[in-house]
Every structure is written in structure tokens, then in C-alpha cells.
Nanobody, 118 residues
Framework: QVQLVESGGGLVQPGGSLRLSCAASGIIFHFYDMGWYRQAPGKQRELVAS???????NYADSVKGRFAISRDNAKNTVYLQMNSLKPEDTAVYYC????????????WGQGTQVTVSS
């Protein structure tokens, strides 16, 4: 059974930092491209950052220079370091895994709430 379990969300003041983690099980982690998405109330889910199995990264323009995605294949975990947080970063953050096989299996975590407020 595939599980993606996010952790690290919470309430933080503007300008603060958080580090999200996503622990994967039930998949061969290094065969998956990983990503973080977020969804704010009343808005569509959007890509925040992604990292390929080879380590190439991609970021939404809104988070470039503030967020950093990384992965530890030995721990089957992907991270999202979030610095200089803004109120507009408030959302539920979801971990995503996409397999590199032709079937492109796609899995989601349950989400973790990030609230940026003073």
C-alpha cells in the first residue's frame, strides 16, 4: 500500500520559516519524481516545487528564492524548506509522487496545513 505522509506544517508569523517533510512508503522511491503542491481556500491546487529522480528542481515563480525542495533517497523522504513566508503562502500543502514507468502512477499525500499570520 502506497503512503505519502506529510509533516511539519503549522502556524508561523510572516517572515518565518517552516520545513515540510513527506515520507513515502510502498513505492520504489528513486523511481519517482516528487513534488509539493498547495491549495488555498477557494483556489485551485497549484504546483509549488518539484524534483526529479535525478535531482533537477522546478519552482513556481511565487516561491523562487524563498523555498527549496530536496530529497533523501536513503530515507524515502522529500522536503520543502520554506523561508520568508508570506500570508499568501497560507494553504494546505500536498506531497505528490509520479512514477517514471509508462503507466505514470500518481500518488498524493493527505496534506498538511500551513498558516502564515501574525
Amino acid at each position: 500500500q502506497v503512503q505519502l505522509v506529510e509533516s511539519g506544517g503549522g502556524l508561523v508569523q510572516p517572515g518565518g520559516s517552516l520545513r515540510l517533510s513527506c515520507a513515502a512508503s510502498g513505492i520504489i522511491f528513486h523511481f519517482y519524481d516528487m513534488g509539493w503542491y498547495r491549495q488555498a481556500p477557494g483556489k485551485q491546487r497549484e504546483l509549488v516545487a518539484s524534483i526529479t529522480r535525478g535531482g533537477s528542481t522546478n519552482y513556481a515563480d511565487s516561491v523562487k528564492g524563498r523555498f527549496a525542495i530536496s530529497r533523501d533517497n536513503a530515507k524515502n523522504t522529500v522536503y520543502l524548506q520554506m523561508n520568508s513566508l508570506k500570508p499568501e503562502d497560507t494553504a494546505v500543502y500536498y506531497c505528490n509522487a509520479v512514477g517514471i514507468t509508462k503507466e505514470r502512477p500518481n500518488y498524493w499525500g493527505q496534506g498538511t496545513q500551513v498558516t502564515v499570520s501574525s
